[in-house]
T-cell receptor
Framework: AQSVTQLGSHVSVSEGALVLLRCNYS??????LFWYVQYPNQGLQLLLK??????LVKGINGFEAEFKKSETSFHLTKPSAHMSDAAEYFC????????????FGTGTRLTIIP | ETGVTQSPTHLIKTRGQQVTLRCSSQ?????VSWYQQALGQGPQFIFQ???????GRGNFPPRFSGLQFPNYSSELNVNALELDDSALYLC??????????????FGPGTRLTVL
């Protein structure tokens, strides 16, 4: 079985500051890891994914995440926050190819302070 | 390329009623997954359909059922609605193939309110 834990249900950062959203995973097999973003009243949009290639993954909108097996982490970062980054962010894991069930974390709401 | 679409966007039902939600897959995709997202929570996997057959199910009772059609579109049916069924229902499509990365593309969701 696989799971993800997102630390911090709410994160606030100032515009232009570093964004760091935390995600730790648990998986009995090498995981595929994902970050999704959800804007109000919308579905989920894929930001980036880790599929056992490079450990540093670059995504859309300037976001990136680093897979650290020793820490079982896949934290999402962005060097400089923009007002448009305000949204809900979900970390998710698939642990077993062929069973494409995404297991999501509880989400982190990101607020950008002007 | 057409993305994933869902209908209706909003729906209000009363307890005990039945509801059908619809999803059209992204062009070229052969797999559809359904998720329930309660308010303030992450999405929870309901079930997945691949080539018209159920291919995995989450911890949901049998009154949640689905179909996938030859054109890979899908329906989610919920019988005997309960208040706790109020949620955003998300459909995601993907292309299942050897060596794939299982990327799922989500639709905008159907907001179901049960009164």
């Amino acid at each position: 079985a696989q799971s993800v834990t997102q630390l911090g249900s709410h994160v606030s950062v100032s515009e232009g500051a570093l964004v760091l959203l935390r995600c730790n995973y648990s998986s009995s097999v090498p995981p595929y890891l994902f970050w999704y973003v959800q804007y109000p009243n919308q579905g989920l949009q894929l930001l980036l994914k880790y599929t056992s290639a490079a450990t540093l993954v670059k995504g859309i909108n300037g976001f990136e995440a680093e897979f650290k097996k020793s820490e079982t982490s896949f934290h999402l970062t962005k060097p400089s926050a923009h007002m448009s980054d305000a949204a809900e962010y979900f970390c998710a894991v698939i642990g077993n190819f062929g069973n494409e069930k995404l297991t999501f974390g509880t989400g982190t709401r990101l607020t950008i302070i002007p | 390329e057409t993305g994933v679409t869902q209908s209706p966007t909003h729906l209000i039902k009363t307890r005990g009623q039945q509801v059908t939600l619809r999803c059209s897959s992204q062009s070229g995709h052969n797999t559809v997954s359904w998720y329930q997202q309660a308010l303030g929570q992450g999405p929870q996997f309901i079930f997945q359909y691949y080539r018209e057959e159920e291919n995995g199910r989450g911890n949901f009772p049998p009154r949640f059922s689905g179909l996938q059609f030859p054109n890979y579109s899908s329906e989610l049916n919920v019988n005997a609605l309960e208040l706790d069924d109020s949620a955003l229902y998300l459909c995601a499509s993907s292309l299942r193939h050897a060596g794939g990365s299982n990327e799922q593309f989500f639709g905008p969701g159907t907001r179901l309110t049960v009164l």
